[in-house]
């Protein structure tokens, strides 16, 4: 009995994790509640204040970041995954991208589709510079948009990561 309750527990809290606009919250809600629901989700704090958790996403574990507005609102998040090198930052981003389209379905732009590299070679001839980076996603769903980028290693940062994030479209809370 013990093991069918704590199994339905997780589908519920699952559930709710995909149902929100950003981990079991709305864009709009207050800030207040983000630390109880990030405890209540296995993640922990990563430093002083509510914005920065350490949690799991994508079975990997990862930094858990949430923006709030100067009303203490929710008006994002990100998840972002950090690696010592590019070459794992594109392998991860290539696990992760088969899980992000089953759960988002198809994408309104992927940098690495032929539609894409062709505008891209159109706006060039144009003289127009675009990034060519083939590892850039977006989503619209509802009221909710998501990318998903690689960010390469530069005079900021030695590291390279993947990013997730999430935010409204449209009206902002």
């Not at 079991?24 to 509640?33: I, V």
């Amino acid at each position: 009995m013990k093991i069918i309750i704590t199994t339905l527990s997780l589908l519920l809290c699952t559930h709710s994790v995909l149902a929100a606009d950003f981990r079991a919250a709305n864009f709009g809600d207050s800030c207040e509640g983000i630390q109880n629901r990030e405890i209540s989700l296995g993640s922990t704090p990563d430093g002083p204040g509510k914005e920065k958790y350490r949690g799991v996403f994508l079975d990997r574990e990862v930094e858990i970041l949430y923006r709030c507005n100067e009303k203490n609102q929710l008006i994002g998040g990100s998840y972002i995954y950090t690696y010592s090198n590019l070459a794992e930052a594109i392998a991860f981003f290539n696990i992760a991208k088969p899980q992000l389209l089953e759960e988002f379905g198809e994408p309104k732009l992927d940098s690495s589709s032929e539609a894409y590299k062709k505008m891209t070679k159109i706006l060039s001839s144009r003289g127009v510079e675009s990034d060519k980076d083939e590892y850039n996603l977006f989503w619209e769903h509802d009221r909710v948009s998501i990318t998903c980028f690689v960010i390469k290693p530069s005079k900021y940062s030695v590291n390279a990561t993947v990013a997730i994030t999430y935010g409204p479209i449209g009206k902002k809370p």
